[in-house]
Structures are given as structure tokens and as C-alpha cells.
């Protein structure tokens, strides 16, 4: 089967700029999640659809990012205004059942200049 | 907030040796799952073994390994015949209650 696709792999912005990352999970999983993974830390939940619905973005700082999963599928996550602190890999992840594991994608490295 | 501590930053192994990486957790809870990850350097996280806490018999995938210890809240993952190609991050995380999270990782080097 094919992975959990995501777009683009590197990106660098300037702060205050906005940027967007796209993610296509593996097909048929319902659950979608966008991590974000800071140099040296493991990753931490931004949100979590279940289809197209949000189940958890706590900890989504909704100031400035937002995430949609239009029509149960892809998602995109966005980020305006971008300050330094966001730069970080960002990951996505789908699943099936969370107890048998995620599947990730290969990540997006942001670097805010 | 309940984690997930790694306490071992950095390890490192020879070619072919037999390493163990260290990981506590804390939950309320009594079922849960536990998982260990590898990141390469190309960034994707690749799961490596699972464990279901309900299971006393402790998970092997080939050469990985688990000593699960319930009441201590300990999960370490074995490398045994280490190979160059096992050189990465390596993440324990713990599932419950629709909640995933994540260690702060040991970055395993292999020696030749």
C-alpha cells in the first residue's frame, strides 16, 4: 500500500509569513494527526481528525495555525503569522486503529528565518 | 500531565553487540499500548514494536525485543545482532485513551 504522502519537505519563510502543508494519509484510514516535532524532542499532537471531523486540538495553537480535512481525506495545515519558535518538522500520521499504531509520513522541515 | 521518560539521550553499540534502551511511563490507567518508533535521518517514523498492556508475554519483532514491567511502569526496547542500519532516534510512546504521546527519544549510533 502506498505511505502516508506530505508536502513539501523543506520549506523556509520569513516570520510574519504564512505557509501550508499538505498530507495525503493511506487509503481508508479515518484518523488523521499533525504532529509537530521540534530538534531534540519528540513529536507532539497539534490535532486529530476522525474523518473530516476534529477530535482533539488542544494544544493547536489556533492563533496562528489551523488545520481542515476536507471530504475525509487530505489535510492541510497552515501556519500565519509564522514566528521563529514554529520552526520544526511536521509530521502526519494516519491510522486505522491507534492501538495497532500510526503510519507517518516522511515530515515537512519548516525553518522560519 | 502523564509522559514518557527516556533517560538515555544518546547510546551507542558495536557492530553485531546487543543494546537496550530504556523507557518509564506513567498512566492511570490499566489498559493502554506501548510502541517503540525509529526515525532515520530521513525523517519518517517507522514503527518497530508494539505491546499490549493486558499481555504479559513481552513482544519480539526479530532482532527487537521488549522487557515489559507493568507494575513498574518500564518498557525497554533490546537490539540484539546490532546493524549499521539500526543507526537512528528511536521514540517509546504510550496510547490510551485516544491520547498518543512520545518520549523525548535516545539517538543509537553503531560502531563498526
Known amino acids: 500500500e502506498a505511505g502516508v504522502a506530505q508536502s513539501p519537505r523543506y520549506k523556509i519563510i520569513e516570520k510574519r509569513q504564512s505557509v501550508a502543508f499538505w498530507c495525503n494519509p493511506i487509503s481508508g484510514h479515518a484518523t488523521l494527526y499533525w504532529y509537530q516535532q521540534i530538534l531534540g524532542q519528540g513529536p507532539k499532537l497539534l490535532i486529530q481528525?476522525?474523518?473530516?471531523?476534529?477530535?482533539?486540538d488542544s494544544q493547536l495553537p489556533k492563533d496562528r495555525f489551523s488545520a481542515e480535512r476536507l471530504k475525509g481525506v487530505d489535510s492541510t495545515l497552515k501556519i500565519q503569522p509564522a514566528k521563529l519558535e514554529d520552526s520544526a518538522v511536521y509530521l502526519c500520521a494516519s491510522s486505522l486503529s491507534q492501538r495497532v499504531g500510526y503510519t507517518f509520513g516522511s515530515g515537512t522541515r519548516l525553518t522560519v528565518v | 500531565a502523564q509522559t514518557v521518560t527516556q533517560s538515555q539521550p544518546e547510546m551507542s553499540v558495536q557492530e553485531a553487540e546487543t543494546v537496550t534502551l530504556s523507557c518509564t511511563y506513567d498512566t492511570s490507567e490499566s489498559d493502554y499500548y506501548l510502541f517503540w518508533y525509529k526515525q532515520p535521518p530521513s525523517r519518517q517514523m517507522i514503527l518497530v514494536i508494539r505491546q499490549e498492556a493486558y499481555k504479559q508475554q513481552n513482544a519480539t519483532e526479530n532482532r527487537f525485543s521488549v522487557n515489559f514491567q507493568k507494575a513498574a511502569k518500564s518498557f525497554s526496547l533490546k537490539i540484539s545482532d546490532s546493524q549499521l542500519g539500526d543507526a537512528a532516534m528511536y521514540f517509546c510512546?504510550?496510547?490510551?485513551?485516544?491520547?498518543?504521546?512520545f518520549g523525548a527519544g535516545t539517538r543509537l549510533t553503531v560502531k563498526p
Open positions: 481528525f476522525q474523518n473530516n471531523g476534529v477530535v482533539d
Open positions: 510512546a504510550r496510547y490510551n485513551n485516544n491520547d498518543m504521546r
